[in-house]
């Protein structure tokens, strides 16, 4: 996992990787803005070929498969600081959150959201991290609520674009400054 920053070469295969798990997608711009403006907050899992790349992979017939480029995204976590809080504090918010299908339940969502969260409180002071999520989404709402410990702030009426309602949800860090 590392910060997009280093990554930025990745970034259409962090847009596959939101356009293949998500119905809310952003133009890549967006994804820019996110990691120019707030550089410490977004993260990237991926993988690589055993071995190493090139000549260095003894094991180049099998590293390499047909199509597939590497370092492969298999999951990220796109955060930013709300620019004008309504409540006049500082505070974070993630825009999207996703694994790959063939990666889940490994552990990698967790970790995404706990180093965005660190870097929120430590970078920025930031009070807590706000999120919105769809009340049919249990995994989810077990990752948020139940391993993170966010909790539901309102109902958000008709949020989505097809009409489904969203919980406003959030968790404090000023326990991490
Ligand atoms: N069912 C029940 N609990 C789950 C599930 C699930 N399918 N997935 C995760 N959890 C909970 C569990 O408590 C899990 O701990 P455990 O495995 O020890 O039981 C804990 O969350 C941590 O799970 P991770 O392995 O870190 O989660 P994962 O890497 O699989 O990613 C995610 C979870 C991001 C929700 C994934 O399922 C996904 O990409 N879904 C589609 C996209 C999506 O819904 N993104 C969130 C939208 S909201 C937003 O973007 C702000």
């Given at each position: 996992?590392?910060?997009?920053p280093?990554?930025?070469?990745?970034?259409p295969?962090?847009?596959?990787?939101n356009?293949?798990?998500l119905?809310e997608n952003?133009?890549?711009?967006?994804y820019?803005y996110?990691?120019?403006?707030?550089?410490?907050?977004?993260?990237?899992?991926?993988?690589?070929?055993?071995g190493?790349?090139?000549?260095?992979n003894?094991?180049?017939?099998?590293?390499f498969?047909?199509?597939?480029?590497?370092?492969k995204?298999?999951g990220?976590?796109?955060?930013?600081?709300?620019?004008?809080?309504?409540?006049?504090?500082a505070?974070?918010?993630?825009?999207?959150?996703?694994?790959?299908?063939?990666?889940?339940?490994?552990?990698?969502?967790?970790?995404?959201?706990?180093m965005?969260?660190?870097?929120?409180a430590?970078s920025h002071?930031?009070?807590?991290?706000?999120?919105?999520?769809?009340?049919?989404?249990?995994?989810a709402?077990?990752?948020?609520?139940?391993?993170?410990?966010?909790?539901?702030?309102?109902?958000?009426?008709?949020?989505?674009a097809d009409g489904?309602?969203?919980y406003?949800m959030?968790?404090?860090l000023k326990?991490?400054?």
């Amino acid at each position: 996992i590392s910060s997009f920053p280093s990554y930025i070469n990745l970034l259409p295969s962090v847009q596959t990787c939101n356009i293949t798990n998500l119905p809310e997608n952003y133009f890549l711009k967006y994804y820019l803005y996110h990691a120019l403006t707030w550089p410490q907050l977004s993260f990237v899992a991926v993988v690589r070929p055993k071995g190493g790349y090139g000549r260095n992979n003894r094991n180049n017939k099998t590293a390499f498969l047909p199509g597939e480029e590497y370092p492969k995204v298999v999951g990220y976590v796109l955060a930013k600081m709300e620019e004008e809080p309504s409540d006049g504090v500082a505070h974070g918010h993630i825009t999207s959150l996703s694994v790959m299908r063939t990666h889940r339940r490994l552990g990698i969502a967790e970790r995404l959201m706990r180093m965005s969260q660190r870097a929120m409180a430590e970078s920025h002071r930031a009070h807590y991290v706000s999120l919105h999520v769809r009340m049919s989404n249990n995994a989810a709402l077990r990752l948020y609520r139940d391993t993170l410990g966010f909790e539901v702030e309102k109902v958000e009426s008709k949020y989505y674009a097809d009409g489904e309602d969203a919980y406003a949800m959030r968790n404090d860090l000023k326990s991490m400054w």
